[in-house]
């Protein structure tokens, strides 16, 4: 009797766990569904998001300008004239009105837009090293990161005083730029010579450059388990660097004939999003 009752309460056990898990699947799939299509500029690019207020801001590199979302009507609420081909975009995620700014790569310009996110006009404009493309932004520190990829540095922005702090050279052709604002470093992509430079955003300075696949370009990190993620245009793959240790753990192999380029990470449940712009999918990794 009471071993029929113990597998009685385990089928049920697996049957409520079944049920729950089916459930929960139905629910994400409900939930990655396109809820809306937005009309912006001419070829939109770079995209960044300011959680604190809701906002998303979308680079239109041909027209030279930044489209504002409103992310509760998914409606553009204004177009902001900025540089001569904007790219990359990086906004602090911080709520305090002194901070409430958006960067702006503006590849052709060789400088940064910095726009005021409670006005959405552009309050000035920084000159950076020569065309730059890639932002990343530490709300902590709050210092901006801009990966000049003519002259194959990094400049280093102080976000009150709206100066560049530091110029660091890097590797060749560098790309995209991932920062974790928990360990103060900054991680850039160098197309150019496979790399990965890491620098330490209290000194200014390179402290590794990390071997990965051919032609890495986009970057996202996760504060919260230290890890790294690089894509690789040509190596259908992506490099998974451990942050303490300055090494790839990993590296995982997309489908043949892949070319990822932009990734991104959820903090909320340690997903990352590969984008493929050869066979126009979306890979997802569990982290």
Do not use: C
């Amino acid at each position: 009797m009471r071993v029929w009752r113990r597998r009685s309460l385990l089928i049920a056990g697996l049957l409520l766990a079944t049920l729950l898990a089916l459930v929960r699947l139905a629910s994400e799939a409900r939930a990655q569904t396109v809820i809306a299509t937005i009309n912006v500029g001419d070829n939109p690019g770079g995209v960044a998001v300011n959680p604190a207020t809701n906002r998303v801001y979308v680079t239109n590199e041909q027209d030279g300008t930044v489209s504002v979302i409103d992310g509760s009507t998914n409606s553009v609420l204004v177009t902001i004239t900025v540089g001569s081909a904007p790219f990359g975009i990086g906004a602090n995620p911080v709520a305090n009105p002194a901070t409430n700014r958006i960067y702006v790569a503006n590849g052709s310009s060789n400088n940064v837009s910095v726009i005021n996110g409670a006005s959405n006009t552009v309050l000035t404009t920084i000159a950076v090293g020569k065309q730059p493309e890639g932002i990343a932004v530490n709300p902590v520190t709050n210092r901006i990161y801009v990966t000049n990829t003519g002259d194959n540095t990094v400049s280093v922005i102080d976000g009150l005083t709206n100066l560049v702090t530091a110029t660091i050279p890097v590797g060749a052709s560098p790309n995209w730029i991932g920062v974790n604002p928990t360990t103060n470093r900054a991680y850039v992509a160098n197309a150019g010579s496979s790399t990965v430079s890491v620098i330490d955003g209290a000194t200014n300075t390179v402290t590794a450059t990390i071997p990965v696949g051919r032609i890495p370009l986009g970057v996202a990190v996760n504060p919260t388990t230290n890890r790294v993620y690089v894509a690789d245009e040509t190596d259908d793959a992506v490099s998974v660097i451990d942050g303490s240790t300055n090494t790839v753990l990993t590296t995982i192999h997309l489908p043949a004939g892949s070319s990822p380029f932009g990734v991104a990470v959820n903090l909320a449940n340690n997903r990352i999003y590969v984008a493929d712009f050869s066979t126009h999918t979306v890979s997802i990794v569990d982290g």
